[in-house]
């Protein structure tokens, strides 16, 4: 196996550098001079990285009854250049779209492609151009994707990198095909106050009692719709039911456990995920946080956490969705070299080949490294069982409520 694709299947697998050195006993610099090519494993270590990655190919696809989706995308550009968004961050043709006069959140042009939709506002609007994607236009954007061999956190990254782009608005979700949580009996358990939660707002819509023809099934909210962060529990076999007109029982899946963020908690959520590449991970770990059902034992008379509530969440990190300014930290100056430095520091390296001139090695000599700068380095070679992992998030081991790695790690 060539050095490169070992980034891939760690990818592909939803891992951090950090996990993999930690579960392998190896140091995270190690990993990473491996996936950079600076370093060959060993054929035996080569061998357990295999077996390693491939354990958890087989336990994803093995495991698929709970998967991860991105569900609506908004992102803002400070252009009116809707062209280059296109080209350049959705990397698709602007002559497939086609436009239409619009009024809608106060821009004036829309430029839509199925139901990816570019929204243009007038010259020098602070608006600039925003990319409007629903839940159908997140499918559609993912066909995109397959086509170009590349995921979600390619797009995001451009966003980033190339537009300057802002998100607005995030939704993402489990798809739960097992039915690990009843809803309805975990709407009975908040009405018996076996819900801690940090919302002021929980409600319970149950639409199999409406006599309007709009069977639904019954759903949990928590929090203000207009609020920067909404969770959304539901009966997705209902919808989906009535939608297609077939059987309850022949749905794939049976419930969705969705959250909704705005604005700041929304471009929180793209920097956490740019740094761990795990949806499934950050979106169980963001609704413990908020949230945890409970269930009375009657042998103890106290109330312990759920059991189902346990299955659904697994292992979960500790996330900062503070506002407060996150400082940079070596991951992610690595990762941000590795997406946006690496064509130009090759191009510098193939220049000095022709001309004998190392560029490169001029500009390390230029600069200067704060004591910040060194401490991060310091604290990034040192062994992963001591380090902070990424930036302060920590894993959570559920069964034992014990926190690796973070400020109690």
Same mark, same amino acid.
């Given at each position: 196996m060539e050095s490169k694709n070992y980034k891939e299947l760690r990818l592909k697998c939803g891992l951090t550098q950090s996990k993999v050195a930690k579960d392998l006993g190896i140091s995270r610099e190690f990993i990473n001079r491996i996936e950079s090519g600076k370093k060959n494993p060993s054929e035996e270590l080569a061998e357990r990285l295999n077996e390693y990655y491939q354990s958890f190919l087989d336990t994803i696809h093995k495991s698929?009854?709970?998967? +991860?989706?991105?569900?609506?995308?908004?992102v803002r550009f400070p252009t009116n250049d809707w062209q280059m968004v296109c080209e350049k961050v959705l990397c698709i043709d602007p002559d497939l779209f086609f436009y239409k006069h619009t009024g809608k959140y106060g821009y004036v042009e829309c430029y839509y492609y199925g139901n990816i939709q570019i929204l243009n506002s007038k010259n020098g609007d602070s608006r600039g151009v925003l990319v409007d994607m629903s839940g159908q236009g997140c499918r559609n954007y993912e066909i995109v994707l397959d086509e170009l061999n590349q995921r979600w956190h390619d797009f995001f990254n451009r966003c980033l990198d190339i537009g300057k782009g802002t998100f607005t608005r995030l939704d993402c979700a489990l798809d739960d095909k097992k039915e690990i949580i009843s809803i309805p009996k975990f709407a009975d358990k908040w009405r018996k106050g076996y819900l801690k939660t940090d919302f002021k707002v929980v409600k319970v819509i149950d639409e199999?009692? /409406? &006599? !309007? !023809?709009?069977? !639904?099934? /019954?759903?949990?909210?928590?929090?203000?719709?207009?609020?920067?962060?909404?969770? +959304?529990?539901?009966?997705?076999?209902? $919808?989906? +039911?009535?939608?297609? &007109?077939?059987? @309850?029982?022949?749905?794939?899946?049976?419930?969705?456990?969705?959250?909704?963020?705005m604005d700041e908690k929304?471009?929180?959520?793209?920097?956490?995920?740019?740094?761990?590449?795990?949806?499934?991970?950050?979106?169980?770990?963001?609704?413990?946080?908020?949230?945890?059902?409970? =269930?009375?034992? @009657?042998?103890?008379?106290?109330?312990?956490?759920?059991?189902?509530?346990? $299955?659904?969440?697994? $292992?979960?990190?500790?996330?900062?969705?503070? /506002?407060?300014? &996150?400082?940079?930290?070596?991951? @992610?100056?690595?990762?941000?070299? =590795?997406?946006?430095?690496?064509?130009?520091?090759?191009?510098?390296?193939?220049?000095?080949?022709?001309?004998?001139?190392?560029?490169?090695?001029?500009?390390?000599? !230029?600069?200067?490294?704060?004591?910040? =700068?060194? /401490?991060?380095? $310091?604290? +990034?070679?040192t062994d992963s069982a001591n380090i902070v992992v990424l930036d302060g998030i920590g894993y959570l081991n559920r069964e034992t409520g014990q926190l690796f790695g973070g400020s109690n790690g």
């Open positions: 698929d009854d709970v998967t +991860a989706i991105f569900d609506w995308v908004r199999r009692l /409406m &006599k !309007n !023809n709009s069977d !639904n099934g /019954m759903t949990i909210y928590f929090g203000s719709r207009n609020g920067t962060i909404h969770f +959304a529990f539901y009966q997705k076999d209902y $919808e989906q +039911a009535k939608k297609k &007109k077939i059987a @309850k029982e022949d749905v794939e899946v049976k419930n969705r456990y969705e959250i909704r963020l929304a471009n929180r959520f793209i920097d956490e995920y740019l740094t761990t590449y795990d949806c499934s991970l950050l979106i169980r770990s963001i609704i413990d946080k908020y949230v945890t059902f409970f =269930d009375y034992d @009657k042998y103890r008379k106290e109330l312990v956490v759920s059991k189902e509530w346990n $299955e659904l969440l697994k $292992e979960t990190i500790d996330v900062d969705f503070s /506002m407060e300014p &996150k400082e940079v930290s070596f991951e @992610k100056s690595y990762r941000w070299m =590795d997406y946006q430095g690496g064509r130009v520091l090759k191009k510098l390296r193939l220049y000095g080949e022709y001309t004998g001139e190392d560029l490169i090695e001029k500009i390390i000599e !230029n600069a200067e490294l704060s004591d910040e =700068d060194e /401490m991060q380095v $310091e604290q +990034a070679t």
